[in-house]
C-alpha cells in the first residue's frame, strides 16, 4: 500500500496567504483500477494563479491544494501513461496520485517532450511548461509586437515575465522590465539581454520609464495590475496593447468580504491613446500547446532563451516556497523538488 | 463686409462647464483669396468630446470653441466647394467663416452626400456624420457583435448610443440600454425596438442586468465609464468585448488639478473573464468614411434606423446646449439650429 502526502487547503485565504492556511496530510492510497496508474511527484510548481483561483472560484477548505507537478509514473494499468514515463499533471500538492483521466478531463496530463539531455525534467513546470505558454501566447498573440517597438514588462523577474521579455527581444523589440529587486535587475539587463529595467520598491516608476523609453511604450505585458500599471497606461503610445496576464497586486484583495484598493480612472487614457486591453487564461490556446512548447524547447537549445529556477527543497517547504514566490522572493520559475 | 458671431473659451473648464466659461465676439470677416470660401451655419453640433478635448489637450483660453457645423456655402474662391453647396466641417462654434482647406488637414470639410428629400440636413451632424459613424465603426469593428448576443449600451439615448442599438438589432442582438431617464427608457424600447433599458438614475443596474441580460453581457458599448461600466463589466461573459467610446462620467474630472473618482480594480475581471476593452477615435476610420455614412442613409431609408434631435433654436444658445447635452437632457442628437 503506497502512503501519500498532501497539503490541505485548510482555512480560506484572507490577505495573504499563511502557513496556517495548510495542513499536511497523510493518506493511503487506494489499489489502481483499470484504466488508471500512479504518479509519484518529482517537483512541484507554485504559481500565483494557485491563491487566486482558490478566492475568484471560491473553492471549500479541506480539499487538496490545487497546482501542476512533473511526475514519474511508477505504476500503470493505462496504456498511454506506461510505468517509467515522465509527465505534468493537475494533480493538486501530492506526493503520490492515483490518476484516473477521467477525473482530469478539463487539464488532461500529458508526457512531457524530450527535452534533450541537458535540461532539467523541472523546465516541464516553468520554461516549457505553463508558464512558458503564458508567455509565448499571452504575448505573441496579444500584444502582437512589431520589431523596434518598446516592450514594458511587469513582474518582469518571475517565469513568465523573463520569457516574455526574451521572446520580445528575439522579435527585435526594446524591452524593459519591472521587478522587486535590483539583483532581479541586474539578472534581466546583464543575463538576459533586457535594454533596461526598473526596481520598483526603489525608482520613480514614471520618471524612469520616461527616461528609459522615451518614444514611449507600445506593449504591455502585465502580471501586477494596480498602481504600476497605472503609471505603465500613461506612457504608452497611441494604439498601444496591453496583455493582462495576471494582477497580483490585487491577489490579496480577492476574498469575498474585502474590498480592491480604489485606483484612479484609467478608461479616459484607454479612450484617447486608443489602447486595447485583453485578459487571457492561456488554456484558450491548449489545442496548440505543443507548439509553443516546442518553439521554446528550440529556442533555449540554440541558447536564445535563457532560464532560471529558484528551488526550495522537500516536499514540507511547498508552503514556503509559495508564500515566497507571492511575495517576489524568488528568481525565475519557483520549484518545489520533492 | 460679412460680420461673424462667434462663441469664445474664455476660461478653462473646471468641473462641469458654466455659461460663464464662454464669451459671444463679434467679428467682421476679411474678404475672400483665392482658393478661400464663406461659410455659412446652418445647424451646429454640440458633442461630449467638446468638453473632454479642451482640457485632454489643454488647449487655451481666448480661442474659439471647437466643434463641428452643418453649413452653406454662400462665397466661394474654390471649385471644389462651390457657392450652394452643402457641407459639413469644423470651424469651431461660428456663424460664418472664411475657410481656408490648408488650416483643415486633419478634419478637412466635405460636402454632404445627397440625404434624399425627407431627411434634414442636420443629420450631417448626427447620425449620417462624426456620431453615426462612431456608432457604425466603433460597435461593429470593436464589438464584432454575432447575432443572439447580449449587447448593453451606456449612454443609450444619445446620438452614438441610440444608434449603436439599432445597429445591433439589425445584427440579431438582443440589445439592453442603460439611460438617465425614464422618457429615455420608454423611448428605446417603444420607438427604438431595445430588448430592455435600464434608468441608472433610478434603478438597482446590476440586479436589473441579471434579470434583463440572464445570459450575461457579450458586447458592452460604453460612453460613460465610471460606476455604471464597473457594474457592467461584472456581468459580462468569457471573451467578452467593450469598446470604450466615451467616459462622459471622468470628463468633469479632466482638468489638471482634479483628482479622478477612485473605482475599484477592474483587472481581475478583464483577466479571468478574458475580456478585450479598446478605445478608439472614430476618425481611426476616416478613410472609410463614406462607407458608414452611405449604410446608414440605407438604413435610415430602408425605415430600419429611425433618429430623434433636441434642437435649440439660435446662436445664443449654443452654450446652454452644450451644457445641456452633458447632464444629459436631450434625446438623440443635440442640434442647434442657427
Chains 1, 2 share one sequence.
Not at 173 to 183: L, P
Amino acid at each position: 500500500m503506497v502512503k501519500a502526502k498532501y497539503w490541505e487547503y485548510s482555512s480560506k485565504f484572507v490577505g495573504e496567504p499563511k502557513l496556517s492556511n495548510f495542513k499536511l496530510v497523510e493518506e493511503d492510497l487506494r489499489e489502481l483500477k483499470d484504466e488508471e496508474f500512479l504518479a509519484e511527484a518529482i517537483f512541484l510548481s507554485v504559481d500565483p494563479y494557485q491563491q487566486v483561483y482558490m478566492n475568484f472560484y471560491n473553492f471549500p477548505t479541506g480539499i487538496v491544494m490545487i497546482g501542476g507537478q512533473v511526475a514519474k509514473v511508477i505504476d500503470s494499468k493505462n496504456e498511454q501513461f506506461p510505468t517509467g514515463c515522465t509527465i505534468y499533471g493537475m494533480f493538486g500538492w501530492r506526493t503520490h496520485t492515483v490518476v484516473n483521466l477521467i477525473m482530469h478531463t478539463e487539464y488532461p496530463p500529458y508526457i512531457l517532450p524530450d527535452f534533450g539531455s541537458t535540461l532539467p525534467a523541472s523546465l516541464g513546470l516553468g520554461l516549457l511548461g505553463m508558464p512558458g505558454n503564458t508567455a509565448y501566447f499571452g504575448f505573441l498573440e496579444i500584444c502582437r509586437p512589431k520589431p523596434d517597438e518598446t516592450v514594458v514588462i511587469s513582474g518582469a523577474a518571475g517565469a513568465v515575465g523573463s520569457t516574455v521579455g526574451q521572446i520580445a527581444k528575439i522579435k527585435g523589440c526594446r524591452v524593459i522590465g519591472i521587478a522587486g529587486s535590483d539583483e532581479k535587475c541586474k539578472w534581466l539587463i546583464d543575463e538576459l539581454g533586457f535594454d533596461g529595467a526598473i526596481n520598483y520598491k526603489t525608482a520613480d516608476i514614471d520618471a524612469e520609464l520616461k527616461s528609459k523609453a522615451p518614444n514611449g511604450v507600445d506593449c504591455y505585458f502585465d502580471n501586477v495590475g494596480g498602481k504600476i500599471s497605472s503609471i505603465v497606461l500613461q506612457n504608452m503610445n497611441l494604439f498601444g496593447r496591453i496583455s493582462v496576464c495576471g494582477s497580483i497586486s490585487n491577489y490579496n484583495n480577492l476574498h469575498p468580504d474585502s474590498v480592491p484598493e480604489p485606483l484612479p480612472e484609467q478608461q479616459t487614457t484607454i479612450l484617447f491613446k486608443q489602447l486595447t486591453q485583453q485578459g487571457f487564461v492561456v488554456y484558450r490556446w491548449k489545442e496548440q500547446w505543443l507548439e509553443g512548447i516546442n518553439q521554446l524547447l528550440e529556442w533555449v537549445k540554440d541558447g536564445k532563451i535563457k532560464y532560471r529556477e529558484t528551488i526550495y527543497e522537500g516536499f514540507e517547504k511547498q508552503p514556503e516556497a509559495f508564500i515566497g514566490m507571492l511575495r517576489g522572493e524568488n528568481i525565475g520559475k519557483a520549484i518545489v523538488k520533492i
